[in-house]
């Protein structure tokens, strides 16, 4: 396999205690011939049942196998600001890869155990992890398998499944090591993806304004910023250069992303003005009040009376970007409640053409587990042409990679 998109990337393969460890390292030669910087860490397991030395022969590099060393003094280490052997292999990986991954370490990721040198590094990492298990057919038929396969699916973390097979135990069954250039093929795909939004400056907008009453109340809306901070951590994790403009009482992002916070809708309008010019891509998944208070108070509005707001309008920024910058490329969102998946694309259509806007993603937040304040969504997204994609009931993180790959479509 040729794949130039290893060339001086760095992997960080974690070898664990199972019979087929000793296939990673065609692997790791098949990587490091493609360009590949490759730096191996074995668990105490792996250690049973292959040699440090043929993995150091086949990586190149000193193998790590532990967190701490014993001949360290760590109190003076740390004061000195040395490099902490987890953190550094978190840090320079472009792609963790567990291959093979036993139960056991599938296990311990998913539930977030830290207590080796691999998991405590996968923990640290903002890489994309591929795990590549192998084990008997019943470890991987058993359902707390299963479970935190899927938990870990559903948190991005990626996967090449086991093939069926003969096993090394004796059992005939779905539990061998998938075939190594399917391993190749999806670690290149992985870091392209990584970095295909290097270079591309990314305004996302997320989580709900609100309209002063007075100063103690506002009209707002449920819209958390689930969906957006999951779009910019998503952008940011394929090299985008992002800026996140988020509700000021929105659940805050993973990772450290570049953010401004936003009150009223003329604030975001501001603040999106501020930086249109320099954006190349504008994702504009906030929840912007329709209304406005017109007769607000700037004093505390006495309680036990009857209160009558006048509401007008709001400017409907969305329609207004393309406007300001031609050249951006836009994506907007539609939420509806209770809509039919066509009232709800057709509604999107309409609004792509009253804003010119490139893509719209429309949701229905009548629907359980879609829209505000949950951790998954199902959309669908409409084009200029008004071909629908369906994105199905998936962790807002998955529908956020899918969402940036479709816009990674249109500008190419
Ligand atoms: C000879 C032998 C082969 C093993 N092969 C596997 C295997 O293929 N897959 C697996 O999940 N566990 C296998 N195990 C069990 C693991 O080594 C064990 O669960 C261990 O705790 C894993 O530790 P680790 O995940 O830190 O490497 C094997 C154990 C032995 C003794």
Same mark, same amino acid.
């Given at each position: 396999?040729?794949?130039?998109?290893?060339?001086?990337?760095?992997?960080?393969?974690?070898?664990?205690?199972?019979?087929?460890?000793?296939?990673?390292?065609?692997?790791?030669?098949?990587?490091?011939?493609?360009?590949?910087?490759?730096?191996?860490?074995?668990?105490?397991?792996?250690?049973?049942?292959?040699?440090?030395?043929?993995?150091?022969?086949?990586?190149?590099?000193?193998?790590?196998?532990?967190?701490?060393?014993?001949?360290?003094?760590?109190?003076?280490?740390?004061? *000195?600001? /040395?490099? #902490?052997?987890?953190? =550094?292999? $978190?840090?320079?990986?472009?792609?963790?890869? &567990?291959?093979?991954? +036993?139960?056991?370490?599938?296990?311990?990721?998913?539930?977030?155990?830290?207590?080796?040198?691999?998991?405590?590094?996968?923990?640290?990492?903002?890489?994309?992890?591929?795990?590549?298990?192998?084990?008997?057919?019943?470890?991987?038929?058993?359902?707390?398998?299963?479970?935190?396969?899927?938990?870990?699916?559903?948190?991005?973390?990626?996967?090449?499944?086991?093939?069926?097979?003969?096993?090394?135990?004796?059992?005939?069954?779905?539990?061998?090591?998938?075939?190594?250039?399917?391993?190749?093929?999806?670690?290149?795909?992985?870091?392209?993806?990584?970095?295909?939004? *290097?270079? /591309?400056? #990314?305004?996302?907008? =997320?989580? $709900?304004?609100?309209?002063?009453?007075?100063? &103690?109340?506002?009209? +707002?809306?449920?819209?958390?910023?689930?969906?957006?901070?999951?779009?910019?951590?998503?952008?940011?994790?394929?090299?985008?250069?992002?800026?996140?403009?988020?509700?000021?009482?929105?659940?805050?992002?993973?990772?450290?992303?570049?953010?401004?916070?936003?009150?009223?809708?003329?604030?975001?309008?501001?603040?999106?003005?501020?930086?249109?010019?320099?954006?190349?891509?504008?994702?504009?998944?906030?929840?912007?009040?329709?209304?406005?208070?017109?007769?607000?108070?700037?004093?505390?509005?006495?309680?036990?009376?009857?209160?009558?707001?006048?509401?007008?309008?709001?400017? *409907?920024?969305?329609?207004?970007?393309?406007?300001?910058?031609?050249?951006?490329?836009?994506?907007?969102?539609?939420?509806?409640?209770?809509?039919?998946?066509?009232?709800?694309?057709?509604?999107?259509?309409?609004?792509?053409?009253?804003?010119?806007?490139?893509?719209?993603?429309?949701?229905?937040?009548?629907?359980?587990?879609?829209?505000?304040?949950?951790?998954?969504?199902?959309?669908?997204?409409?084009?200029?042409?008004?071909?629908?994609?369906?994105?199905?009931?998936?962790?807002?993180?998955?529908?956020?990679?899918?969402?940036?790959?479709?816009?990674?479509?249109?500008?190419?």
């Amino acid at each position: 396999m040729k794949n130039n998109s290893l060339r001086g990337r760095s992997i960080v393969i974690g070898i664990t205690g199972g019979i087929a460890c000793y296939k990673s390292l065609d692997l790791i030669e098949e990587l490091r011939k493609n360009g590949a910087n490759v730096h191996i860490i074995m668990t105490e397991s792996a250690m049973h049942l292959a040699g440090i030395k043929d993995f150091e022969k086949a990586s190149g590099n000193e193998v790590q196998t532990s967190l701490f060393h014993p001949k360290v003094d760590y109190a003076d280490y740390i004061k *000195k600001n /040395k490099p #902490i052997k987890h953190i =550094s292999l $978190a840090d320079i990986a472009d792609l963790f890869l &567990v291959c093979p991954a +036993t139960a056991n370490t599938i296990g311990k990721i998913a539930n977030g155990i830290s207590d080796d040198l691999l998991t405590t590094s996968i923990t640290a990492t903002i890489a994309p992890v591929l795990i590549c298990p192998a084990m008997n057919v019943k470890m991987w038929k058993n359902p707390i398998t299963q479970e935190n396969v899927s938990k870990l699916r559903k948190l991005n973390y990626h996967f090449v499944e086991p093939e069926y097979g003969e096993l090394a135990c004796g059992y005939k069954g779905i539990g061998r090591l998938a075939k190594l250039d399917k391993i190749t093929e999806r670690v290149g795909l992985l870091i392209t993806q990584r970095n295909d939004l *290097k270079g /591309k400056k #990314i305004l996302v907008t =997320s989580g $709900a304004t609100f309209e002063e009453i007075d100063p &103690v109340r506002v009209i +707002t809306n449920r819209s958390s910023g689930k969906m957006g901070n999951a779009i910019a951590e998503q952008a940011y994790l394929r090299g985008a250069d992002v800026l996140l403009l988020r509700g000021h009482n929105s659940t805050e992002p993973h990772y450290n992303i570049n953010e401004e916070k936003f009150t009223t809708v003329n604030d975001l309008f501001n603040k999106i003005k501020k930086y249109l010019k320099n954006t190349d891509i504008i994702i504009h998944a906030a929840a912007v009040s329709d209304f406005e208070v017109n007769n607000k108070e700037d004093k505390k509005i006495k309680s036990r009376q009857e209160l009558h707001l006048e509401l007008a309008p709001t400017t *409907k920024i969305l329609e207004n970007l393309k406007k300001l910058n031609k050249r951006i490329f836009l994506m907007g969102f539609k939420a509806e409640y209770n809509f039919s998946k066509d009232g709800l694309t057709n509604s999107a259509y309409n609004l792509l053409k009253s804003a010119n806007a490139d893509l719209i993603v429309a949701n229905d937040v009548g629907k359980e587990n879609a829209g505000f304040d949950v951790d998954t969504n199902e959309v669908f997204v409409v084009d200029k042409g008004k071909k629908v994609e369906h994105i199905r009931l998936s962790d807002k993180k998955v529908v956020a990679d899918r969402l940036l790959d479709i816009i990674i479509k249109k500008i190419q």
